[in-house]
């Protein structure tokens, strides 16, 4: 196995990456403990009053968002509307300028939570891949099981094997990123979180980086993580996922969110004029 200890810095924000996914239940070294989730008493994600600005440029606008235990929640939107900011600001890769971000009730805004051990419960999908190109595929879900949970490399190789199964590349073990689809990368990128046991997975744009016939059996894999109770925030375009596997849609526009509700009322009959021209759009192309 590759020592990935004498690495590049754009490889230490890959493991960074890797590593933004949850263990259970743990206590942060400077900050207050961090209990397993308790869905009776709190949403798994809870956004209040949510700005984001980059420069003059205010992307979030007041966002008031959730998202339940085991609940799929995908979010609709143009390009620019906000979305991946939001996305990013639920594990603070974007810090927000105001407003709180809750993951079961731990607002990781507060400057005494320790947010890595908040951070270890989630786990992210990438529009790219941000594999190890030097780390074959069973090198690239081990490494941060090994570095961040401090699991044994027996163990972490494990539990990559039962992931990388379930997203039906156990074949491609022994494979390099290179050698791979692109389909093929995502699947690979999503068993590395998994390997990190989440408790809510994020997907930004996880599809759109794809060729379209590879778009399907990555949907495929994030059809059967919903079906087997993952918590989920997806950002995406493909109406069809929505439809068929989102429990609630959000629909987001300049920096707010317009309308929200079960996909056969916000796809199927939306109430606001600018959801309806965003899907006029879409079914048009």
Not at 106 to 132: E, H, K, S, W, Y
Not at 138 to 148: E, G, H, P, S, Y
Not at 149 to 162: F, I, P, T
Not at 229 to 237: C, F, I
């Amino acid at each position: 196995m590759t020592d990935p200890d004498d690495r590049s810095p754009s490889d230490q924000a890959r493991v960074g990456e890797a590593a933004a996914t949850p263990s259970a239940s743990v206590s942060g070294e400077s900050g207050p403990a961090v209990a397993s989730s308790d869905a009776s008493t709190h949403p798994t994600v809870d956004i209040r009053g949510l700005h984001k600005s980059f420069g003059s440029n205010e992307v979030l606008k007041g966002i008031d968002f959730r998202v339940d235990h085991r609940e799929v929640v995908v979010v609709l939107g143009p390009s620019g509307s906000g979305k991946s900011t939001l996305l990013r600001c639920v594990n603070l890769l974007e810090t927000p300028d105001a407003g709180q971000v809750l993951i079961d009730g731990i607002d990781i805004c507060d400057p005494d939570t320790n947010v890595n051990a908040v951070r270890r419960r989630i786990g992210m999908v990438f529009q790219q891949f941000n594999l190890f190109p030097h780390l074959s595929v069973l090198d690239n879900v081990t490494i941060a099981q090994r570095k961040v949970l401090k699991r044994s490399g027996a163990d972490a190789e494990q539990v990559a094997r039962v992931n990388l199964e379930r997203v039906g590349v156990l074949d491609k073990v022994d494979h390099y990123p290179a050698q791979l689809s692109g389909g093929q990368q995502q699947r690979v990128a999503i068993a590395r979180a998994l390997a990190m046991d989440p408790e809510i997975m994020l997907f930004d744009e996880a599809t759109s980086a794809l060729d379209p016939e590879l778009v399907g059996d990555v949907l495929k894999v994030m059809r059967s993580l919903a079906e087997d109770g993952m918590t989920m925030m997806v950002v995406t375009h493909e109406i069809g996922f929505a439809r068929n596997v989102a429990d609630r849609v959000v629909f987001m526009a300049d920096g707010k969110v317009v309308e929200e509700g079960p996909p056969a009322r916000v796809i199927d009959a939306p109430e606001h004029a600018r959801t309806q021209q965003f899907l006029r759009q879409v079914h048009d192309r």
